[in-house]
T-cell receptor
């Protein structure tokens, strides 16, 4: 079974440029997450989707970050314009949440390491 | 406030020695607890999880963890460490999701980096 697939693995951009990350979750998983992991820190949630709906985007810096999950499968996270402080690893994860709102574990992709110079 | 504390930033153990990584949490509802491992340049791999039932849970790679509600702890243990266990370990807590809110989202600790001496 394929895991969570993210691309690209690495990205170096100049500040003020746009950048986009792509995520393909595990087949059948209705919940998708984007996390940001700063150096030496644990991951922090940016946004959570259930199917195609963003059900929690309270931690997403909406002035420069945007995300979409068309058709409730793949997802794209965009930063425009990027700032030096956005340098981090961006992790995508997926899981299945049933009607009773219980959960299974989240499976993580390998992440995209973004460096803004 | 909901939080996870991993008090040890860096631990070094000798190969073959036992290991215990500490995790304390603060969570206002029934917690679901997880331990993940992250090797350099890699994503997070689930080692084990606790949802309910037996408070001693077994995971992959010979790891186990014990949930102690009275101490709000979920410490990770391994009886004999292998050199390949060198990595960073993250404890996380979550719960039942609500719809349209942040309840249930995984909250991670800052991680403990494990080094293994030959």
């Amino acid at each position: 079974e394929a895991g969570v697939v993210q691309s690209p693995r690495y990205k170096i951009i100049e500040k003020k440029q746009p950048v986009a990350f792509w995520c393909n979750p595990i087949s059948g998983h209705n919940t998708l997450y984007w996390y940001r992991q700063n150096l030496g820190q644990g991951p922090e949630l940016l946004i959570r989707y259930e199917n195609e709906e963003a059900v929690d985007d309270s931690q997403l810096p909406k002035d420069r970050f945007s995300a979409e999950r068309l058709k409730g499968v793949d997802s794209t996270l965009k930063i425009q314009p990027a700032e030096l402080g956005d340098s981090a690893v961006y992790l995508c994860a997926s899981s299945f949440v049933n009607r009773e709102r219980s959960r299974t574990e989240a499976f993580f992709g390998q992440g995209t390491r973004l460096t803004v110079v | 406030a909901q939080s996870v504390t991993q008090p040890d930033i860096h631990i070094t153990v000798s190969e073959g020695a036992s290991l215990e990584l500490r995790c304390n949490y603060s969570y206002g509802a029934t917690p679901y607890l997880f331990w993940y491992v992250q090797s350099p340049g890699q994503g997070l791999q689930l080692l084990l999880k606790y949802f309910s039932g037996d408070t001693l849970v077994q995971g992959i790679k010979g790891f186990e963890a014990e949930f102690k509600r009275s101490q709000s702890s979920f410490n990770l243990r391994k009886p004999s460490v292998h050199w390949s266990d060198a990595a960073e370990y993250f404890c996380a807590v979550g719960g039942v999701f609500n719809y349209g809110g942040s309840q249930g989202n995984l909250i991670f600790g800052k991680g403990t980096k494990l080094s293994v001496k030959p």
